[in-house]
């Protein structure tokens, strides 16, 4: 596991990465406090989080609970707190403060292990409970609450007019491939549309037959060539019906972000503009252009 130790002494971090490192685990030690929150603020890949109480500029506690908020972005987090001083008044306080664990300083290196090897269980259970919660069960793509998650996180990280886009897609003639060839072969082919969407950007399955992706860093222009791409590979699969092989067809929505735009105003024009492709004959990308209305693209 990638495990952060924060500590105002060396020596103790020394004593730390040494009980703890022979078991495979990497050690990112800080003897700051604010460096190590930055650190695990910019590295989503740590695990765990062992602190000293007594630590600067933020003191134990303080860390503890900047921590919890970053977990609860969806993210394994396991947080012990160190303390010299072990007291029912510690252990409450580094408890309600975020905190899942506390040991007495400086651990034994029995004890230590035991409780790491104790978050990785929790962690483990954790990211299985993520997964559950994040993942649509048919085709292992995000479901529609994480896809827009995801589309939110990217949207705050560069949300400039023209610098993020979204496409919508939806299968043609979805409930004629259900009537005609059963819904085991429907299954298929949201599967088969789910896979193709999956090399893109932030995908995810948004109900029944329709997906969303969000380009980060991608022009209306880039995001409408993508689309095409992707109308071309989905045209081109052929999955097995109940009596011959079947072909598929999704028409595509695509918009860009404004000034002052929201995720929810991206995406619904994205499906503006998909209504517009699915009225116009369907298997076609229809880019939306704002006061200019709908364009086909093709």
């Known amino acids: 596991m990638q495990i952060v130790v924060v500590d105002s002494s060396r020596v103790v971090l020394q004593i730390i990465a040494s009980l703890i490192e022979p078991r495979g685990h990497a050690v990112h030690a800080f003897t700051d406090s604010a460096q190590a ?26 860390l503890c609970w900047s921590a919890r908020l970053l977990a609860e ?40 292990n035991a409780r790491l090897r104790a978050a990785e269980r929790l ?3 954790q990211e299985e409970l993520i997964r559950l919660a994040e993942t649509d069960p048919l085709t292992g793509s995000y479901n529609r609450r994480a896809f827009f998650d995801r589309a939110r996180i990217a949207a705050e990280q560069d949300a400039r007019p023209g610098r993020i886009s979204a496409i919508l897609a939806d299968i043609d003639h979805f409930k004629r491939i259900n009537d005609e060839h059963g819904h ?13 969407i999956a090399g893109e950007g932030i995908g995810g399955r948004l109900g ?3 997906f969303g992706i969000v380009l980060p860093g991608c022009s209306l222009a880039e995001a409408t060539d993508r689309a095409e791409r992707l109308r071309e590979r989905v045209q081109a699969l052929r999955i097995r019906g109940s009596k011959h092989a079947i072909g598929l ?7 860009t972000w404004i000034e002052g735009d929201d995720v929810h105003a991206l995406i619904k024009r994205a499906d503006i503009a998909l209504y ?4 116009g004959g369907r298997n076609r990308v229809v880019p939306y252009q704002g006061d200019a209305g709908l364009a086909v693209a093709s």
Do not use: W
């Not at 517009?276 to 009225?279: E, G, L, R, V």
């Open 249 to 255: 067809t999704c028409s595509f929505g695509v918009s």
């Open 208 to 210: 029944g037959e329709e």
């Open 184 to 196: 085991d072969v429907g299954d298929v082919a949201i599967k088969a549309v789910a896979e193709l």
């Open 123 to 125: 962690i483990t259970l």
């Open 37 to 62: 929150l930055q650190y695990l603020s910019a590295t989503p890949s740590v695990r765990v989080l062992i602190t000293s109480v007594e630590v600067r500029p933020l003191c134990g506690l303080e």
């Open 276 to 279: 517009a492709a699915k009225s």
């Open 73 to 112: 972005e969806r993210r394994p987090l396991h947080v012990i707190t160190m303390s010299s001083a072990r007291n029912v008044r510690s252990l409450a306080e580094a408890l309600d403060s975020g905190a899942d664990d506390f040991i007495e300083k400086p651990p034994s290196a029995e004890e230590l």
